[in-house]
């Protein structure tokens, strides 16, 4: 008896709890309505909910490969299951035609949507929490004025029970901060546009930051790197890799253009980060890069000092070399023979006429995992313009599996003069699985 | 000396192991199919056929094949019994210049040796890497769809009833 009283009484706080909670999670719908005329808007309005859309990338995730645009669909690989973004025109029954200002506000700011259900942080509204009322106007300009497209998005295929979306406000408890980009009062005002478009608007933080094991972004490791769709996105702290470090004017071509004479091209997910924002004011993205810089902070005078002798060598037409290596390109000794046959025509500053970057100089060769550089020699490298041709063939076919893990190696070792990578051999078949498994990729 | 195995022959060659295979094939075993285009492996006339895979023959040194198997258009048939890739293009007459040629039939053989039902976006979407100065892609296409066809009657009824279904299927 005794037992079955403890039993009832526990049974009754749980319910009690667990009532108490979905009432805290309850949000309660806003009112649908009807689906603005095209001339509520002015053009104006419009044009900068363009530029902001672009910044924000809400095509990336709102638009399947080849896809009428922001219809949604496509599939987005998170380590909980899969996340559809979803159809954000205005058709008025399967996209947001019947939202008004008010519950697309909530959406970006909240993360919950005009019914009241929560969602999923796959949509970065925890940075979106912090833009003004007046860009989320104009970015509602332009959603609503785009062509209305009737497309029901997919049901998400998430691991139990994460599919049970009260859940997700136990998750906004523990992580979500909602409110407004606060600016810093001693930066310029420049650096504070940048700072507020960066990490209210374009979420480089959503790939750049470490996350934890919730999926939240790691606020003490802002910057820290990340990673996306198998891809590492490399720091972006004074922790940067790169050989050459990063500066304003690099960091503004690179973002604006997708490539940087001393640092690259834009690759895997980046590309399209960098092809929106070819789309945007050249101001906006100067003022993101010199926010970005402000992060990375000035290098240390040695590696100032490495990167301006790495410089001087490659405008002198020579290739730089990392290592006292005995193998390095342009060396005395003998090179690798499959790297001088498949990858010095092109990386090496004495024989292209491809003036591809050497390797040496390539952030890629200096990352914890050999991920990107992996991804290059199997996918290849290729330009924001999908339809064009490849940068860099891929060496898929071309190469074994265990050739492309010597040559990572080597590239490693001899021309970066990094220490070897632990398993290039595993994390080559892991990438292998992903792409049979079709990860992140749409599902048209 | 490196061995290397083209159309089903050994061939010891005596190269810098760095060499692309390219400049191996025509220069040293005189098998002419595959061109120079580019040397940057940008668009396709080296193209051949490695371990049943398309590769670009300019940028794969011969470093990278021994033990490989190498197939390039000398071994799909000959003048007097052309295969089934060969005769397809011969009846849709594809070539303009012919520079391309070889390079397209052996990304598409590469296909074909793998999906035998590819669809005409999946011979698009492949051949999408090699490029034809003269624009004669639409006969290309007829081309890579008469072989294909021939390659599945070549399989008998059943191979051909198979693959129809599968066509029918898709």
């Known amino acids: 008896m005794r ?64 896809g009428p645009a922001l219809a949604g669909g496509r599939a987005l690989e998170t380590p909980f299951g899969t996340i559809h973004g979803s159809n954000i025109t205005p058709d008025a029954d399967t996209g947001i035609g019947r939202w008004s200002k008010a519950a697309f506000s909530r959406a970006m700011r909240e993360g919950v949507d005009r019914d009241g259900n929560h969602l999923y942080p796959a949509f970065p509204y925890d940075h979106f929490t912090k833009l003004s009322d007046e860009d989320v106007d104009a970015l509602y300009a332009y959603v609503m004025t785009r062509t209305p497209v009737r497309a029901p998005t997919p049901e998400n295929d998430l691991v139990f029970p994460l599919g049970f979306r009260p859940l997700l406000a136990g998750w906004k408890l523990l992580f979500f901060r909602p409110g407004r980009f606060a600016p810093d009062n001693v930066a310029r005002d420049e650096t504070n546009h940048g700072a507020y478009l960066v990490e209210a608007l ?11 094991t919730l999926g939240a972004e790691e606020r003490s490791a802002h910057f820290a790197g990340g990673t996306s769709d198998g891809w590492i996105a490399p720091a972006l702290d004074h922790k940067n890799p790169a050989p050459v470090p990063w500066t304003q004017e690099s960091l503004a071509r690179y973002l604006r253009s997708g490539f940087d004479r001393h640092h690259g091209a834009a690759s895997g997910p980046m590309i399209e980060v960098a092809r929106n ?118 060496f898929d076919g071309a190469l074994t599996d265990e050739q492309i893990a010597r040559l990572a190696d080597y590239v490693r070792t001899e021309i970066a003069g990094e220490p070897a990578w632990r398993d290039v051999a595993g994390t080559l078949a892991k990438i292998r699985k992903g792409a049979a498994s079709g990860s992140g990729e749409s599902t048209k | 000396m490196i061995t290397l195995t083209v159309n089903g022959r050994s061939h010891e060659v005596d190269a810098d192991p760095a ?102 976006q999946d011979i698009r979407d492949h051949l999408a890497l090699n490029l034809c100065r003269c624009g004669t892609h639409m006969r290309i296409l007829d081309a890579v769809k008469r072989a294909a066809a021939l390659m599945r009657s070549a399989r008998g009824p059943d191979a051909g009833t198979t693959v129809a279904t599968d066509g029918a299927a898709r």
């Open chain 1, 202 to 212: 374009a979420h480089c933080g959503a790939c750049h930051t470490p996350r934890n």
């Open chain 1, 277 to 394: 924002l070819s789309r945007v004011p050249e101001q906006d993205v100067a003022a993101m890069a010199r926010y970005v810089a402000s992060v990375m902070g000035e290098p240390a005078p040695e590696r100032a000092e490495k990167g301006r002798a790495l410089v001087a060598t490659l405008e002198s037409g020579r290739t730089p070399v990392q290592t006292t290596g005995s193998s390095a390109p342009g060396g005395s000794a003998v090179p690798d023979p499959i790297y001088a046959g498949a990858c010095g025509g092109c990386h090496d500053a004495e024989r292209g006429a491809i003036d591809a970057l050497p390797l040496s100089l390539a952030t890629a060769a200096r990352l914890e995992s050999p991920q990107n550089l992996l991804h290059a020699v199997l996918e290849g490298v290729h330009p924001r313009n999908p339809k064009a041709a490849a940068l860099m063939p891929s």
């Open chain 2, 19 to 120: 060499t692309p295979l390219l400049y191996v094939l025509r220069d040293d075993l005189g098998l002419h199919a595959a061109k120079y285009g580019c040397g940057f492996g940008q668009c396709g006339a080296c193209t051949v056929m490695v371990d049943g895979r398309a590769v670009f023959s300019c940028v794969t040194p011969i470093a990278a094949l021994p033990g490989r198997q190498i197939k390039t258009v000398e071994g799909l048939g000959t003048i007097e019994d052309p295969g089934p890739m060969q005769r397809g293009f011969i009846e849709a007459q594809a070539a303009q210049c012919g520079y391309c040629i070889p390079g397209m039939m052996m990304r598409a053989q590469a296909l074909l040796e793998q999906n035998p039902a590819a669809s005409e």
């Open chain 1, 3 to 66: 037992f079955l009283k403890v039993l009832f009484v526990l049974v009754l706080c749980g319910g009690l709890l667990f009532g108490g909670f979905l009432v805290y999670a309850h949000h309660a719908p806003i009112e649908t309505a009807a689906p603005p005329a095209a001339d509520t808007f002015d053009a104006a309005t419009i044009a900068r909910g363009a530029e902001l859309a672009a910044m924000g990338n809400c095509n990336s995730c709102h638009t399947v490969e080849g």
